[in-house]
């Protein structure tokens, strides 16, 4: 009994480690900011005629890493970039929040696959907006901000004349624009989509198109199709679309 009592401290010491050693097993505490969407890196902006079609994906992860699963919608500021010596982009009163998209009932923006783009054509020629976004979960948790996206506004190329032909084997394109009053002209953006459905996001071609005439040969027989045509410009250094041309809807032809 009396070696009994001398090494019951030391059992009770052990069993004390252990259990503290088993409660360690169960994981460190997960904080709750790693818990709300990562943050959108995908943020982008784009003149085309005179708006700006702002876009994103939405994330697919939690910012810790984990997956998210209860993703509700996203928030979109935009603000007007000031000289440097008035600019103050961490002001309270910089940005103004342009819309709040609802994933259950998203009003005022396009979804394009896993593309959102939102259409602002609130823009004067000259300013430069800078644009950021937020996404939230059902409990409100917002993710930190995006990358910031860019742009000056500028006057954009006039959008060119459509013409189209069919023929058993092609449909023939002719379009011609006018200069554009600023930048200079690189070619012209082919879209085509079936009759009735929205024009596609990306063109035909996969450079801007030198010529003036096209030859599409790539379709099926008894489908109409649409197409419209954009002018291309490279202003201040970037490329800018006008708005679209006149849409032709056309086919290939029956042959005789």
Do not use: H
């Amino acid at each position: 009994m009396a070696a009994l009592r001398r090494f019951l401290p030391a059992l009770v010491l052990t069993a004390s480690l252990t259990l503290l050693s088993g409660c360690g097993k169960k994981g460190q505490l997960v904080p709750p900011e790693a818990l709300v969407p990562a943050p959108i890196a995908s943020l982008a902006v784009a003149q085309k005629g005179g708006e700006f079609q702002v876009s994103w994906t939405g994330p697919g992860k939690q910012e810790g890493g984990g997956r998210l699963q209860d993703l509700d919608g996203f928030l979109l500021f935009r603000r007007n970039v000031l000289p440097p010596s008035e600019d103050c982009e961490e002001c309270p009163s910089a940005y103004r929040q342009l819309t709040r998209v609802d994933l259950d009932l998203p009003e005022g923006v396009r979804r394009v696959g896993s593309l959102w783009i939102y259409d602002d054509f609130d823009l004067k020629a000259g300013q430069t907006y800078q644009y950021k976004v937020r996404s939230y979960t059902k409990d409100g948790a917002q993710s930190k901000d995006s990358n910031k996206a860019r742009r000056t506004a500028v006057t954009p190329p006039l959008p060119p004349v459509l013409e189209a032909a069919g023929s058993p084997s092609e449909v023939v394109l002719n379009f011609v624009a006018l200069p554009p009053e600023e930048g200079t002209f690189v070619g012209y953006n082919i879209y085509r989509s079936k009759k009735g459905e929205p024009a596609p996001l990306a063109p035909l071609n996969t450079a801007p198109f030198a010529g003036n005439t096209y030859q599409d040969k790539e379709l099926v027989l008894g489908t109409t199709y649409s197409y419209t045509v954009t002018s291309v410009a490279t202003i201040r250094g970037e490329a800018v679309e006008s708005a679209p041309s006149n849409a032709a809807e056309v086919g290939l032809a029956l042959p005789d």
